[in-house]
């Protein structure tokens, strides 16, 4: 049973950072043709996908809105995919959720993850006010 858990989101002014941890247990997480990442829900809108990762190649893709300021990596020896967040907004503000979804690339799964079945973590609240 895939589980995904998520930690690391806070309150934190404008021009902030964060680093969002995301402990994969129960799949092969080593293996090819995973993706792996972060897909956002921000107050009253859609979920967006902000950044994925992949499990073979270490392949990435950023949403445009985070380029330059985010970061995604992955820590094979724990299992745990990071989202580095630094210079902080106002519209980052959202529900950050960890996803993982096997035999697809990363732009796929950050794009079109809603016609992909995958797994899901709980989400963590950030925030990002003054």
């Known amino acids: 049973q895939v589980q995904l858990v998520e930690s690391g989101g806070d309150l934190v002014q404008p021009g902030g950072s964060l680093r969002l941890s995301c402990a994969a247990s129960?799949?092969?997480?080593?293996?090819?043709?995973?993706?792996i990442g972060w897909i956002r829900q921000a107050p009253g809108k859609g979920r967006e996908g902000v950044s994925c990762i992949s499990s073979s190649d270490s392949s990435t893709y950023y949403t445009d809105s985070v380029k330059g300021r985010f970061t995604i990596s992955r820590d094979n020896a724990n299992h745990t995919v990071y989202l580095q967040m630094n210079n902080l907004k106002p519209e980052d503000t959202a529900v950050y959720y960890c996803a993982a979804f096997p035999g697809i690339t990363v732009q796929h799964m950050c794009e079109m993850f809603h016609i992909f079945r995958g797994s899901w973590g709980q989400g963590t609240q950030v925030t990002v006010s003054s």
């Open positions: 129960g799949f092969p997480f080593l293996l090819d043709n995973y993706a």
